[in-house]
Each structure stands twice: as structure tokens, then as C-alpha cells.
């Protein structure tokens, strides 16, 4: 892939910034928008991304592969799993996925976030917009944040590394599992599974309204994610309807 960094500074979303490069159809695959802070950064469900100056990463990776694209979750599923061991190359230990893609420590607390888009996708011409924030040298947070879900950084789980080099890492492992979306996507199934740890014990998973339990069968991209229930019956689910997905 080839790789420009267009750097903005302060912006107001990296992610905005790379649909504009888009719409005005000067954008390339694997171009990577990058900034010190966002005035405006995006989370996923409508909710904002705190995004200060001082070192953390804001990053947007422009993707535009042939048709037919990519399958959405398992685009989803690839960049979390890039961003995770692109964490893992910098330094971060205990590391795993929650669903459908934060990076989160040993005791639960969020690192990084990703946020995958496209805007009127046309299926002759794919594109996608692949956010992720990582926190890297901040070592305190907005009480709105913390008073939703534990939050950590880099520097909190004792990691030197500065955003270039957590960018570098990421970049080069989000290319890998981009490349096994594409040529093997059972494989990068199962390792989502198992860097998400679904497959060590039950699961509740959200879809729509309905909280459905059971044993992990399978994770398949086109068949959906297979449980079985405490009445031993098994129950498919198609991964677009999975909301949220829990170990319980
Ligand atoms: C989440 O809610 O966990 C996803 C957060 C994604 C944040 C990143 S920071 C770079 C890019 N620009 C944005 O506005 N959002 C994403």
C-alpha cells in the first residue's frame, strides 16, 4: 500500500478531513490523514472522541480497494485487529478487543477506538474511511468519559512510545490483516475470536432488542455469528444485526 501522511495539525476531524480529500477526488488508497488534536473527533454512535493536543494519535486511513470492497464487519474486525497489534509492536501488553473494536487493557480500560465510515457507498467504486484514536500520553480524562467506562494510555500502562511510532506499527499490522481479509477471512475470524477471548466461555450478545446467551460455535463473515444455547440448540445471528457481544 502506498503510504502519504497529509499532516493537518489542529483539525476538526481527521476522518472529515478524509472525506473531503474524497469528494474533491484527490484521494488515494492508503492515504493517512493525520492530527495533534480535533476540535470536532467523532466516536462511534454520535458520540465525540476527546481529542486534545499533547501526543495522542488521531488518525484517519483512506481505503479504496477494488470492488467489491470490503465485507463491513470484517473490515471492522481487521482494523480493530491492526490497531491492537500495531499496540502490541509499541510496547502494549495484555491487550484485547471488545466488540466490535475497542482496544482495551488487562482490567478493562479503553486505549484506542476505532471508527470505520463510508458516505454513499458505490459498489463499482468502494471506498472507506478507517479512524482510530489511540491514547497515548495523556494520563488524565474528561469525568464525562471516565464516568462512562475506564480509560487508559499508553503512558498509564507504562509504555514509552511516542504517535509516530505507534502510527508506523499500526499502519504496517493494518495492512497485514487487510491483506487476510482479503485472502483468508476464516483465519482472521478465528483470530478475532481469540484476541477478543469469545471463545472462553458464554456469551450474551445484543441484537436489536433481544439478548440472546450461549456457547461461541463459530464466527463465520457470510454466516453470522453461531451460538449454542443452554437448551443445546444452535443460534445464528448475521454479524451486521450483533450490536454488542459480551463474555459473560
Ligand atoms: C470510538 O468511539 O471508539 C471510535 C473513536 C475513533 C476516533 C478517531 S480519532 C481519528 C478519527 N477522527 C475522528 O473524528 N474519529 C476517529
Redesign the pocket.
Known amino acids: 500500500m502506498d503510504r502519504r501522511v497529509i499532516r493537518h495539525g489542529v483539525t476538526?476531524?481527521?476522518?472529515?478531513r478524509a472525506f473531503a480529500a474524497l469528494a474533491e477526488g484527490s484521494a488515494s488508497h492508503g492515504d493517512v490523514h493525520l492530527?495533534t488534536a480535533?476540535t470536532?473527533?467523532?466516536?462511534?454512535?454520535g458520540?465525540e472522541?476527546s481529542?486534545p493536543e499533547g501526543g495522542d494519535?488521531?488518525?484517519?486511513l483512506v481505503l479504496l480497494p477494488p470492488p467489491p470492497g470490503y465485507d463491513p464487519v470484517g473490515l471492522t474486525m481487521a482494523v480493530g485487529l491492526g490497531v491492537l497489534r500495531g499496540l502490541e509492536s509499541a510496547g502494549g501488553e495484555e491487550l484485547t478487543l471488545k466488540w466490535p473494536?475497542?482496544v482495551v487493557d488487562a482490567a478493562g480500560a479503553?486505549l484506542?477506538?476505532?471508527?470505520v465510515e463510508s458516505r454513499g457507498l458505490q459498489p463499482d467504486a468502494p471506498h472507506y474511511v478507517a479512524?482510530?484514536?489511540v491514547n497515548i500520553t495523556r494520563t488524565e480524562f474528561p469525568a464525562e468519559l471516565t464516568a462512562e467506562r475506564p480509560v487508559t494510555s499508553l503512558r498509564l500502562l507504562g509504555v514509552t512510545a511516542d504517535a509516530e511510532r505507534v502510527l508506523e506499527e499500526i499502519l504496517s499490522e493494518l495492512e497485514a490483516a487487510l491483506t487476510q481479509l482479503i485472502a483468508n477471512p476464516s483465519a482472521l475470524c478465528s483470530a478475532f475470536v481469540r484476541r477478543a477471548g469469545l471463545f472462553n466461555g458464554p456469551l450474551e450478545v445484543q441484537r436489536g432488542r433481544e439478548l440472546c446467551r450461549g456457547r461461541l460455535l463459530e464466527l463465520d463473515l457470510e454466516v453470522g455469528l453461531t451460538l449454542e444455547t443452554a437448551e443445546g440448540a444452535a443460534l445464528t445471528i448475521p454479524l451486521e444485526h450483533v450490536s454488542a457481544l459480551r463474555q459473560v
Open positions: 476538526d476531524s481527521t476522518s472529515e492530527a480535533q470536532r473527533g467523532r466516536g462511534r454512535l458520540r472522541w481529542s494519535l488521531y488518525a484517519s473494536n475497542d479503553k484506542a477506538g476505532v471508527l479512524g482510530f484514536g
